[in-house]
């Protein structure tokens, strides 16, 4: 049994917009993950299961990688989309927002969310989450929205119904925001989820050759050549990766190619927190991605670089830099750290 987190009266209410309301727009973040797209799709197709108007709205494109869940044809891409989607949003019942704490993680689109006459409801597992929603269901210790989200449907009574679909969506997001249950997964409760996804028929071994075995060649060599500029501070227990625009202009780089490249340097022996540096096609700056083992709370580190998340998988961002500049100043912030990190090594040695 499943320990009840989620406000009941919340749940009341919710059934109550069911009820009252035919149009739902469904929001994730920014550079959407497993998790945003596994949510926001899994919402989607229990709102068509109601005979909802739903629609699912994306700040900007998501990774091929994801493209192949069901419904991802039908996810409206901002920026192509603008006043399609402008008009999904004005005309909306109700606005879920998924995965994102803060209406700046999705760009554009807050304003818009903001300005909306809606019922909004927030379904999110990061801190701090801001006070713009009617209803806030906000869990942390979560390992993910859609872990949040299962718990949230089967309160409304859905679970008996729940198609293999909807769960597939759940259990994807469930697994990528745990690199695959490696990190942010030690609730029993967890497992237990997991388990009673699998008698919905989600086919867990075809969504984990979906994911990780779905790349093109260049990938691959971005990959190695990725690997081949890696810093490794030992005195540190750090790692660090850098991706240039030029490396990924010459490996063809498409949206989500680099993902996971962060967790690699955490099989080195003596490894317990790394750095992934990648600078932005787009825009003049630098994306951080850290993760970590065990005790060390990248989370903390990553607010140096205006970001967040959570203890052992965090990001942020620096502005007007490229790769050079960034690692220089990662390793500066990392000078404050030396001795958290050295504790944190040996409290959980490797």
Known sequence: MLT???NPEHITRFKEWLNECKKFVIIAHTNPDG??????LALYHYLRYLRKNAYVIMPNQFPDFLKWLPGADNVMIYPYLTDAANKRIAEADVICCLDFNRLDRVDEIAEQIRDSKAKKVLIDHHLDPEQ???ITISHPEQSSTCELLYRFLCDLG???KMSTTVATCIY??????????TYNSNNPELFFIVSMLLQKHVDKDLVYRKVNYNFSASRLLLQGQVLTGMVVLPEYHTAILTLTKEQQQKFQYSKGDSEGFVNIPLQIKEVIFTCFLREDTEKDMVK???????????NVVAEEFGGGGHKNASGGELLNMDAEMAL???RKVLEKYKGLLEECYNQHPK
């Not at 994807?172 to 249950?181: I, N």
């Open 35 to 40: 998790d945003a797209i596994g949510s926001s």
């Open 328 to 330: 220089q100043r990662f």
């Open 288 to 298: 951080v991605s850290l993760r970590s083992i065990g005790e060390f709370p990248c």
């Open 172 to 181: 994807t997001g469930m697994m990528t925001d745990t690199g695959g249950f």
């Open 132 to 134: 713009f929603a009617d």
């Open 158 to 160: 859905y679970y008996y």
């Open 4 to 6: 009840k987190i989620i």
